[in-house]
T-cell receptor, first 115, second 114 residues
Framework: DGGITQSPKYLFRKEGQNVTLSCEQN?????MYWYRQDPGQGLRLIYY???????QKGDIAEGYSVSREKKESFPLTVTSAQKNPTAFYLC??????????????FGDGTRLSIL | KQEVTQIPAALSVPEGENLVLNCSFT??????LQWFRQDPGKGLTSLLL?????REQTSGRLNASLDKSSGRSTLYIAASQPGDSATYLC?????????????FGRGTQLTVWP
């Protein structure tokens, strides 16, 4: 079955540590996205990539980094510079469409907590 | 910047009622309006996508409408069931250089009791 796989499901970070969240898709989608969700909040865009080897900052990119070396993979690193990383992180992908007819597909998320 | 608002924030109804969830957006230059469902601790599931040239979309007991000029979309759920209990999120997509970027509302948390 095609889909988006996020791992791990739960992750704990120590002070001063960088952690990497994995996102893999086998939908052959060009575009991939990382969102952060806090309780009672909508999703906020961290980074997105419309094509391999290219990515753009979203609204809350500070303290995060990404890479897009392969079409199917878009890992997110939460650096020690991110002072409030506790949140639910969601990865999504979609086909680039200039007609606006393609929905985004989401993974099941990674919940990151501070030790 | 696009601002998306959803009303109400929470809704609790008995089984069988017909429901209307509201979504408003500030910038009418959108490519589409998407409705998603989120179960607790899970990712989002796409329900309906209305392109900017369309007025509504239907899937089963769900119907979503779009009025770009007034910056509003509504999600209508007919004959609600306990299994419909979830958080419903709407998102507006802008095109151009920001193709694919979605701007989300905070969601409506729906509880349908038997």
């Amino acid at each position: 079955d095609g889909g988006i796989t996020q791992s791990p499901k739960y992750l704990f970070r120590k002070e001063g540590q960088n952690v990497t969240l994995s996102c893999e898709q086998n939908l052959n989608h060009d575009a991939m996205y990382w969102y952060r969700q806090d309780p009672g909040q909508g999703l906020r865009l961290i980074y997105y990539s419309q094509i391999v080897n290219d990515f753009q900052k979203g609204d809350i990119a500070e303290g995060y980094s990404v890479s897009r070396e392969k079409k199917e993979s878009f890992p997110l690193t939460v650096t020690s510079a991110q002072k409030n990383p506790t949140a639910f992180y969601l990865c999504a992908s979609s086909t680039n469409s200039w007609t606006g007819d393609q929905p985004q597909h989401f993974g099941d998320g990674t919940r990151l907590s501070i030790l | 910047k696009q601002e998306v608002t959803q009303i109400p924030a929470a809704l609790s109804v008995p089984e069988g009622e017909n429901l209307v969830l509201n979504c408003s957006f500030t910038d009418s230059a959108i490519y589409n309006l998407q409705w998603f469902r989120q179960d607790p601790g899970k990712g989002l599931t796409s329900l309906l996508l209305i392109q900017s040239s369309q007025r509504e979309q239907t899937s089963g007991r769900l119907n979503a409408s779009l009025d770009k000029s007034s910056g509003r979309s509504t999600l209508y759920i007919a004959a609600s069931q306990p299994g419909d209990s979830a958080t419903y999120l709407c998102a507006a997509e802008k095109g151009g250089s920001t193709l694919g970027r979605l701007y989300f509302g905070r969601g409506t948390q729906l509880t349908v009791w038997p």
